[in-house]
């Protein structure tokens, strides 16, 4: 349940409300917005519903949630969430787009592709060192190498890094070069991990599983969440479905869905979703027109010679022209939209 307190509400009302759930052995989660301010009610009993709320002076109303996923709902925290890495900010209609190669091989590779993804407009800069291979006899990533390379590139380009994590064994080594943790499809719920991540300060990019809902992906993010931390940017990469064309299925009606349902941001990767070149830039141009807060694409100088992904991996002109054209791109405002809708109303 939530606990929207009346606007104009102070400190000591808000104090009153909050010790008082917990003395009823619940915890809380208040959201100080800039016109109101919600108390969000964690581990409740059906008994805290009943308790006669109307006589708490700042407290406007009493909402029942019923979305199992608390922390990261909206209803929770109506403001979007920005996560910030290094002064680079997404969420709350900061855009950003992260690129790079699938796994790191080279360091010259990785330079290159770093310098041509900032100069086209990247804020930030993927590459996996530890990869998750369907196969295990394929490239399973450079590791602690690779990491080191990521290292240099945020050194010569500025860029910060986002690396992904397959184990909480790796997790004190990522930490060491990661600024964004990446929980690839595959481990999304890995609920260990994901608790373990969410004791720790690094901003955690969580891509949707391979044959996940929305609705579980946000209680993975919940998992991060319920550990303390705050920032996670949802992913979307697609769903296995009965469509083998490509890759993956991407459902676009997820960026507003996800968005609606959560305050956090939520990125698009195209090139997972699609797992072909040729389509990766037209479902990366749609998923920022339906709003998505971001984009994390797969690039490669020589994508015959990359190990692993080459076949979705954009050139780096590609990727040059892409960013071009989504400059000139009005993208949807579903928050617009909201104000138009009510306001009719
Ligand atoms: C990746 O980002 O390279 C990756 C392995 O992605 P996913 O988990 O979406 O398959
Ligand atoms: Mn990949």
Redesign the pocket.
Known sequence: MIIVMKTGVTTEQIEEVVSFVKSLGAQTHVDRGEVQTVIGIIGEKAEILRKPWGSFTGVEKVLEVSDPFKLASRKFHPTDTVVEIEGVKIGGGNRCVIAGP??IDTEENAMLIAKSVKAAGAQMF?G?AF???TSPYTFQGSGETGLKILENVKKETGLPIVT?VMSIDQIDLISRYADVI???????QNFNLLKELGRRKIPVLL??G?ASTAKEHLMSAEYVMSEGLKDVII?L??VRSYETAMR?SLDVALIPYLQHLSHLPVVV?S??STGLRSYVSPVAYAGMAAGADGL?L?VHPNPKEAL??GEQALLPRDFEYLMQRLENLTAWDQKEWNKIEKSKK
Not at 182 to 188: D, K, L
């Open positions: 699938c796994s993927r996996g990869k998750p291979r992904e990446q929980v690839g499809a595959r481990n999304m891509k949707n391979i992913c990469r697609g993956n990767d090139s997972h994390i797969e692993s992904d």
